[in-house]
């Protein structure tokens, strides 16, 4: 290659670095340049992962300056401390958070009426409903105690008030709605001034957010810039999405199930391993649903009463009435085991059904080979000479010997003298000598 090739080649790789080098810089420009906003995805019942996303969500928002933070509600509510983590971290974001009831057919019922009514801006979908913020409390007994309902329920309306009020909402309808229970439909709800605006889908909602005026915490006003705002989706990672489903209510009280029937598996059959290891497994991840729960601590004690007399019926067969028992303690046990948070925080009734029958079947079959052993008669020891046919060799006067498969053994009659060749049966054996009686009249013995 010349000289002057090898200069030009040299000159055209130098434009092209140039040329990429501008490309990289304007489109960071441009990217700097345009607003966008962050959307959150809230999907099932409020608990303290979901609480962990939203305020990841936030903070991310206000970190990388958003024009705003959208969240897409869709939940029949859940933890009270949960719901107000999501509401504290909301009401002193740095960039407004929009709460979004969507998609239609969605809901905000519970704790997500306080989530709703505590945003910079709240809208519905089309089809939507919004309400059912009445407090539900069980207390540690699983009796409700009057003084205390009271109390939480002062508390909630108080709370609620505030929210909405410092909001411009209707407060008189969100104490209804914990006091009464009432909900209303996204019309009723835009009508009474309980949200500000009824949108069809994301895209009808940031344009009619284009120069919406929001008030923040310290007073301040700003203007949403949405013309050409990019949408940018924030999701749960493995690990929430992991956690957040094992901190269901149900699939909890199922991990609970597994992890007893394998332990028990183990139990009653040493060696298996591999049911022990999945017991443990679901045990632990259990435990740590249960943690994040409202667990009822009666609806645990009864729940592990019922599996302690399971075990007990199995090693001392009390003729079902520890079985029967465990059942009944089981199913209180299950339907008491969470409290507060309404029917989203509870085990379904079909689920509790489900695993008494599976509960009942396996422990069934248990002490139903418990007992078959029991019953079995003993073919090992000196307990297998018991009942066994004999020859007398010599007369037994009433000492004398039989024969026994092949055997000689030293016999003691308990019958009076025997001749030699009369068929006895062993009655007990004391070390090496058996003791006899005639066989009389139809008497059933083996002759094995």
């Known amino acids: 290659m010349s000289m002057f090739a090898r200069a030009l080649t040299l000159k055209i790789l130098r434009i092209i670095m140039l040329v990429s080098i501008a490309a990289i810089a304007a489109t960071t420009i441009v990217q700097a340049a345009t607003p966008f906003v962050y959307v959150l995805t809230v999907k099932g019942t409020v608990n303290p992962v979901l609480a962990d996303y939203v305020t990841r969500g936030i903070t991310r928002a206000e970190q990388d300056k958003a024009e705003a933070c959208i969240i897409c509600l869709d939940t029949p509510g859940g933890l009270d401390t949960s719901m107000r983590d999501i509401v504290q971290e909301m009401t002193n974001a740095t960039v407004p958070v929009i709460v979004y009831v969507s998609p239609s057919g969605a809901r905000a019922a519970s704790a997500g009426v306080f989530i709703t009514l505590a945003s910079h801006v709240a809208a519905m979908a089309p089809n939507t409903n919004i309400g059912a913020a009445h407090p539900v409390s069980i207390g540690a007994t699983g009796t409700t105690d009057t003084t205390e309902d009271e109390k939480v329920l002062n508390d909630a309306v108080a709370y609620i008030r505030s929210i909405a009020l410092s909001h411009g909402r209707n407060a008189d309808w969100a104490e209804q709605s914990v006091c009464q229970s009432v909900s209303v439909t996204e019309q009723d709800a835009l009508s009474m001034n309980i949200v500000d605006m009824v949108a069809p889908d994301l895209s009808s909602l940031i344009a009619k957010l284009n120069n919406y005026e929001v008030t923040m915490l310290d007073g301040s006003k700003i203007t949403l810039h949405m013309s050409g705002i990019a949408v940018k989706y924030i999701d749960m990672n493995w690990a929430e999405k992991f956690l957040y489903i094992i901190a269901d209510p149900n699939l ?197």
């Open 252 to 448: 909890a009280y199922i991990l609970l199930s597994i992890a007893a029937l394998g332990i028990f598996a183990e139990i009653f059959n040493p060696g298996l391993i591999f049911p022990g290891i999945i017991g443990v497994i679901c045990g632990i991840l259990a435990f740590y649903a249960l943690g994040m729960l409202p667990v009822n601590l009666t609806g645990v004690l009864l729940v592990i009463v019922a599996f302690g007399l399971f075990i007990a019926e199995a090693l001392t067969p009390g003729f079902g009435l520890l079985f029967g028992a465990g059942i009944i303690s089981l199913i209180i046990g299950s339907l008491v085991l969470f409290k507060g948070g309404g029917a989203a925080m509870h085990v379904s009734p079909v689920l509790i059904a489900i695993v008494v029958i599976i509960f009942g079947g396996f422990f069934g079959f248990v002490v139903e080979r418990v007992v078959r052993i029991h019953r079995k008669r003993a073919t090992t020891g000196k307990e297998e000479l018991i009942g066994k046919v004999v020859v007398a060799r010599t007369p037994l006067t009433p000492e004398g010997q039989v024969i026994f498969r092949g055997e000689r053994w030293e016999a003691v009659s308990e019958t009076g003298n025997i001749e030699a060749g009369e068929t006895v049966v062993i009655t007990k054996l004391d070390g090496l000598t058996l003791y006899v009686k005639k066989v009389e009249g139809k008497e059933e013995v083996s002759r094995k």
